[in-house]
């Protein structure tokens, strides 16, 4: 069994506001710990006084609809995962009453040998709209919608989110497991388009890893750091941070903030769109010709910015700053070719 609290914490910050967030943190652009952000809130508030207090303030909402609720068998532990032969999932999702899925999540807290339960990823504003006018969130737009995590002590393996997060404690305790992007080829990730959840994860559990079958996973855990946040407590997730995470309390909930990224509810071009085209692109072309592809990206995407300084600016086309319009038709052009392609 792996003692993930023995890795070294990340920072931690104290008394962050939005200007201190956006120009020392998300320009160092590395998992840290925002103390105490929403202690405020009048959810964190009941939390701290008891997990029944919490239940109650959630039921207070007296949402009457219908979620879409995740249960797992005791035995899984409370590990979302694959089943045993990669054909479904060990978890079952279900449409049920707010009022009977607290329910479930209370006897279940009381009594360990029952399943467990979670809702997750809900917008809020589409359950409890007087929400967002009680828990206010200082570092970002109102535009940013905040979605609900809630259930019992959970476990989301090792995965990314091409968007910045921002995750706020509000019931229980959690323990964030990092790891920086470039550790992707030793966490041993699963595949990309049958994933437990949306987001493709690594086939390692942390917990107890078998270094036997995944040995690269020692690689990884030199370079790993830990976030350990209690209600009132936040978490920065930089966009392609590997994070692991687990609900520690037979009761948890949280608040998270996507914003940039395909988790944003936005409309533009997202880094996830390319990857996906380019998997369809070059993966069956030789070695060397990828090579030739790498060598090409490398130069034309990654390069800095004076890579082009040579060419004047008024015929830099795309290497330079794109007008909107110009932007709208090469998209319009791009997703012709991709219909085309769709109808052959």
Known sequence: MMHLENLPSVEV???VDAARFRDDIVKKGRPAILKNLVGSWPAVAAARQSAGDFIAYLRS????????????????????????????????????????????????????GYATHSWQSAHIDDFFPEFLQQHP???????????????????????????????????????????PPEQLPNLYIGPLDKTPAGAPVSLV???????????????????????????????????LWWHHVEALDGINGLVNYWYGGALDDGKALVGLDTLLLSILTYSHMSPAVKQA?????????????????HIPDHVKGVLGDVPDAQRKQLAKWLADKLNEYADS
């Open 137 to 179: 969130m200082t570092l970002l737009p109102d535009s940013v919608r905040p979605r609900i995590w809630l259930g019992n002590n959970t476990v989301v393996g090792t995965h990314n989110d091409d968007s910045e997060n921002i995750a706020c404690v509000i019931a229980g305790k959690r323990r964030f497991t990092f790891f």
């Open 61 to 112: 909402y007296q949402y009457q609809g219908k979620i879409e609720a995740v249960r797992c068998r005791a035995a899984e532990n409370g590990f979302m995962f694959y089943n045993k032969r990669f054909t479904g999932f060990n978890f079952e999702r279900r449409a049920v009453t707010l009022d009977g899925f607290l329910s479930d999540v209370q006897a279940s807290a009381e009594n360990p």
């Open 293 to 309: 592809w790498k060598a090409t990206f490398d130069h034309y995407v990654w390069s800095d910015s004076d890579t082009f300084a």
């Open 205 to 239: 559990d942390l917990r107890a890893p078998d270094f036997a079958k995944f040995p690269r996973i020692k690689a990884a855990l030199t370079t790993a750091t830990i976030a350990e946040v209690e209600p009132g407590d936040a978490v920065y997730v930089p966009t």
């Open 13 to 15: 910050y104290h008394n």
